[in-house]
């Protein structure tokens, strides 16, 4: 049995081929585009077996894509997953900090700590809940936030 870890990640936007920062209404064009372009019903009979299979293979992928990014609850997860995956391509964890270690901006309700470059990681109070990593505004330094359990 594979390891889950090991199974690339799929980037539901370039399934459905739109972009990131699309809108609702343009993501669920591109899909019903997709989804029509695809259906094993719009197959013509006279396809070699394979590309029937991929066919079906791209609507099943279309399907999903849809399910996550069609519903905000599940579509904004996603984003700060993949927020996060990149922030790790970016560079490593510098240090591992504790919210209680972060400093508190009353002025605009976020927590701050600075970073050794002289810039300032800093999170949003809403944030701080869900995000895991941090990057200074100045650097490339990443902060992991740990989350007491």
Known sequence: ????????????YSILGADPSADMSDLK?????????????KQSTDVPAGTVEECIQKFI????AWKILGNEETKKEY???RHEDELRNLGPVDAQVYLEEMSWNKGDC???LSC????KYSVSKDEAEEVNLIS???????????HDS
């Open 79 to 81: 984003d700060l997953q």
């Open 136 to 146: 200074c505004d100045t650097c490339s330094l990443i902060i992991e936030l740990l």
């Open 61 to 64: 992928e279309i399907d999903q």
């Open 1 to 12: 049995v594979m390891a889950f870890e090991q199974i690339p990640k799929k980037d539901w």
């Open 110 to 112: 976020s927590f701050f």
């Open 116 to 119: 050794r470059c002289g810039g």
């Open 29 to 41: 064009q591109k899909y019903q585009k997709l989804i029509l372009m695809y259906h094993p019903d």
